[in-house]
């Protein structure tokens, strides 16, 4: 079964309560996604660590329920 935005959107937030999260369905399967996510707890953090909190807020679902993710990660710059 396929993950909703908002599914993927409640996860991350979360794990991550500052992160303000931007979903978009890339072939409307509900399989392929693109995120950004920011938030400020992401501060003096390499853009490595950043995107390992995002997949590990995902619990694992990476590759399963969840298929492909093309996600940014950074923090708010206002």
């Known amino acids: 079964m396929a993950m909703t935005e908002a599914d993927i959107t409640a996860m ?3 794990a991550i309560p500052d992160a303000v999260v931007h ?3 890339l072939a ?5 996604y693109a995120a950004t ?4 707890s992401f501060r ?6 950043q995107q390992r ?15 492909a993710l093309q996600l940014k990660t ?3 710059t206002s």
Do not use: C, F, N, W
């Open 12 to 14: 991350i937030v979360a």
């Open 23 to 25: 979903i978009t369905d």
């Open 28 to 32: 409307g399967d509900g399989d392929h």
């Open 37 to 40: 996510v920011t938030a400020e």
């Open 44 to 49: 003096g953090q390499s853009r490595i660590a």
């Open 53 to 67: 909190r995002v997949y590990d807020a995902l619990g694992g679902r990476m590759g399963g329920v969840l298929h």
């Open 74 to 76: 950074g923090v708010p």
